[in-house]
Every structure is written in structure tokens, then in C-alpha cells.
């Protein structure tokens, strides 16, 4: 027999487990289809604003912004291998049986990836501090020397945390909206 029922039992169970999982999302999808686009944009928008996501569509150009979102993916993507290989240790311990020569690689493997998971939070956290630093004392010297021959952005106008505004006015964010305008 190509299958042996303890196998076939866990494939089935599996499945079944599967199916009710992804059912309330199948359930969204559908319900999905009945609404405008426009509606769902809003609703993506409001939810990345809680998140603390930028909604705005312009796209950040400067150097230290592309580079600290290209680390930032690095590291989450070291992240997530860190946490397959934490999960595959619990998995390799468990079905270890009891043998010592399991448990013992099944517990290096997780004292590693937890070191390495570790480390990935550190180098991450320091990315943030080193990118946001150094992103405001680099707007601060653009805003220095353009702000003399720029006439700025009027009230009321679109802006982003590069952008000057006329008059002495500031971008602030309007409401509890997403949106940054000249006030």
C-alpha cells in the first residue's frame, strides 16, 4: 500500500484544516467582488493609516529612504528565514522520538535560529535609528539651502515631510485622514 493510514489520516486531517481556515477568507473575497474599487481603496488606505504605513501615492525618492526600505526587506526576509528554522527545530524535536542525537540537533538548530532571529531584531531596530537620523539631518540641509530661492508650496496644497511650504506654513496632517496639506 502506497499510503500507510497514519500518513493518510494526517494528509486528510490537514486539508479539512486547511479548508476551514481559508472559508471566512473565500467568504471576504466574495463579498468583495460586490463593491466598488474605489471603496476598497479607501478602506486599504484607512487600515495602512492605523498601521502607521504611508498612504499617500507619491513615492519617496531620497537616498536614504530607498536604502533603509532595501535593508528593511533584507532583514525581514532574514527574519522569516530565522522562523522557519525556529519552527523546523520544534518540528525535528518533536518527531525526534527521544533519540539523543535528534534532540541534541533539533535543540542546536533552535538556539541558533533564536540567536540569529536576535540578531535580525538588533540590525533592524539599528536600521530604523541610522536611516531616520540621518534622513532628517539630510532634509534639514535640502530645506536650508532651497528655501531661499523656492517660493514654496500655498496653503492648502498636498505636501510630504520634504515638502516647503509658502509663508512660513508647515505640512500637517489634516483630520484623522492620511492626507498632509500647507497649514
Not at 71 to 87: D, E, N, P, Y
Not at 102 to 115: D, G, P
Not at 145 to 166: N, R, V
Amino acid at each position: 500500500m502506497l499510503f500507510k493510514m497514519k500518513n493518510f489520516k494526517k494528509i486528510i486531517f490537514g486539508i479539512l484544516f486547511f479548508c476551514i481556515l481559508i472559508t471566512p477568507l473565500m467568504a471576504n473575497i466574495a463579498n468583495a467582488t460586490d463593491v466598488n474599487e474605489d471603496v476598497l481603496m479607501n478602506s486599504l488606505k484607512k487600515t495602512a493609516a492605523i498601521a502607521g504605513f504611508e498612504t499617500t501615492d507619491e513615492v519617496s525618492t531620497d537616498l536614504p529612504t530607498i536604502i533603509g526600505n532595501i535593508i528593511r526587506l533584507i532583514l525581514k526576509f532574514l527574519g522569516i528565514i530565522a522562523i522557519i528554522m525556529l519552527i523546523m527545530g520544534g518540528v525535528q524535536w518533536m518527531t525526534s522520538g527521544g533519540a539523543e542525537e535528534k534532540t541534541t540537533n533539533a535543540r542546536k538548530l533552535i538556539v541558533n535560529s533564536l540567536i540569529g532571529l536576535i540578531i535580525v531584531l538588533l540590525a533592524y531596530v539599528i536600521t530604523v535609528w541610522v536611516v531616520n537620523t540621518f534622513k532628517d539631518e539630510i532634509v534639514k540641509d535640502s530645506t536650508t539651502t532651497t528655501s531661499a530661492t523656492t517660493t514654496g508650496l500655498a496653503a492648502g496644497a498636498p505636501c510630504t515631510s520634504t515638502s516647503i511650504c509658502a509663508n512660513g506654513l508647515t505640512c500637517k496632517q489634516v483630520g484623522t485622514t492620511a492626507a498632509y496639506t500647507c497649514q
